[in-house]
């Protein structure tokens, strides 16, 4: 899964691709170098970040989702109007990093057939990396996800439809995001695809000493762990050298 970031304020790619033009140009680019998925985002949830109003948010993505007809498009959002507009212009998929908690969510995704990434985050983006603390991360994290896919199931939707995703990073400290990476196996045990959003974060930073600008090695070595852990789906910026990384794990499992 590609990430293209249509704001002005996202932590890695923001003011980047703002001009629809470029959004779109990107997303094909993301495609050519073999991305399945591109993931399209009008509203940067990076710590410290602010909730953009619905109409700049849809005014961000739907050229861009027009623009995109004939390729998978996954839309990053939390809220149910955004999703019913973008499953209207043809989304495959909606990914929320509130797992369709807000009323009306589920709702808006459960009559169709588009698929759902239902992901695990504590606190809101304005303030959820001050100081979040759990008993056992693992634990905290599976419950949540276990319970949005029976709320799911229980709205209508397919299981074959459902992906979650723990939130690296979202309320989490660098010993959460470790402990979920060496336990994703529990995660994988849910018995839905587990997807990784790894990409250029800032717990990768900590591990390095790295700015944002000089973590692609580190978010190689992360999408490939996050691999053999069991993840299914990775969602990254980069997706020409993590296809290649990817390549190499291959060659070793088909050897
Ligand atoms: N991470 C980000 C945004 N959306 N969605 C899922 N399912 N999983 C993630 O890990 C995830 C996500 C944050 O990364 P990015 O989009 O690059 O930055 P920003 O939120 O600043 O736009």
């Known amino acids: 899964m590609g990430v293209v970031n249509v704001t002005p304020d996202s932590f890695s790619d923001g003011g980047r691709f703002l001009d629809p033009r470029a959004a779109i140009v990107h997303a094909r680019g993301l495609i050519e170098e073999g991305a399945d998925i591109v ?9 410290g970040a602010h909730a953009v109003a619905e109409e700049e948010e849809l005014r961000r993505i739907l050229p861009i989702l027009k623009a995109l007809k004939d390729v998978p498009v ?53 303030t959820m990396q001050q100081d979040p603390r759990y008993d056992d991360v693992v634990a905290e994290v599976h419950a949540f996800l276990a319970a949005r896919v029976a709320e799911c199931e229980k709205a209508g939707l ?26 994703l196996p529990e995660l994988v045990a849910l ?48 997706v020409r050298e993590t296809r290649d990384a990817l390549a190499v794990l291959q060659a070793l499992e088909r050897a």
């Open 39 to 47: 993931d399209l985002g009008g509203e940067s949830s990076r710590p």
């Open 74 to 126: 996954s839309v990053d959002t939390r809220r149910p109007a955004v999703m019913r507009a973008a499953l209207a212009e043809g989304a495959s998929m909606i990914n929320d990093i509130e797992a369709l908690q807000a009323p009306g969510a589920l709702a808006a995704v459960s009559g169709g057939d588009c698929a759902v990434c239902l992901m695990h985050k504590k606190g809101d983006p304005a």
């Open 158 to 183: 397919q299981r074959d439809r459902i992906v979650v995703d723990p939130g690296f990073g979202f309320g989490k400290t660098v010993a959460h995001n470790l402990s979920l990476l060496k336990r």
């Open 191 to 238: 018995g839905v695809p587990v997807l990784a959003g790894w990409s250029r974060k800032s717990s990768l930073g900590a591990i390095t000493g790295r700015p944002v600008g000089e973590r692609l090695a580190a978010s190689l070595a992360a999408a490939l762990l996050a691999v053999q852990h069991g993840a299914r789906i990775l969602r990254v910026h980069d």
